[in-house]
Nanobody, 125 residues
Framework: QVQVVESGGGLVQPGGSLRLSCAAS????????IAWFRQAPGKEREGISC????????YIAESVKGRFVISRDTAKNSVYLQMTDLKPEDTAVYYC??????????????????WGQGTQVTVSS
């Protein structure tokens, strides 16, 4: 059974850092595009970063460029989102998602087949 699980969220002060992890059972993540989305209360789900299968090309949304970095650890079958210089507007539930089709990644919600339960990130003083 496929399961995608996020971890690493929490409460952090503005300017702080967090690293989110995404692990999947039933899949070798190298073969699939993986994306991070976030959803704040009352807002639509926003695609913020993704990493392609194979060569691992990446995308970072303008809203987080220069502060967030996505990476993949093949040995641990995990994908990470390193978040630095966090701002209150980064507060949201963060979701990891897997595109069963693989290939180049996008941050279009409809392309993703498997989703984690989400992890809360709260940036507040």
């Amino acid at each position: 059974q496929v399961q995608v699980v996020e971890s690493g969220g929490g409460l952090v002060q503005p300017g702080g850092s967090l690293r989110l992890s995404c692990a999947a059972s039933g899949f070798t993540l190298d073969y699939y595009a993986i994306a991070w989305f976030r959803q704040a209360p009352g807002k639509e789900r926003e695609g913020i970063s993704c990493i392609s299968s194979g060569s691992g090309g990446t995308y970072i949304a303008e809203s987080v460029k220069g502060r967030f970095v996505i990476s993949r650890d093949t040995a641990k079958n995990s994908v990470y989102l390193q978040m630095t210089d966090l701002k209150p507007e980064d507060t949201a539930v963060y979701y990891c998602a897997l595109d069963n089709a693989g290939g180049p990644c996008t941050v279009v919600v409809a392309y993703y087949d498997y989703w984690g339960q989400g992890t809360q990130v709260t940036v507040s003083s």
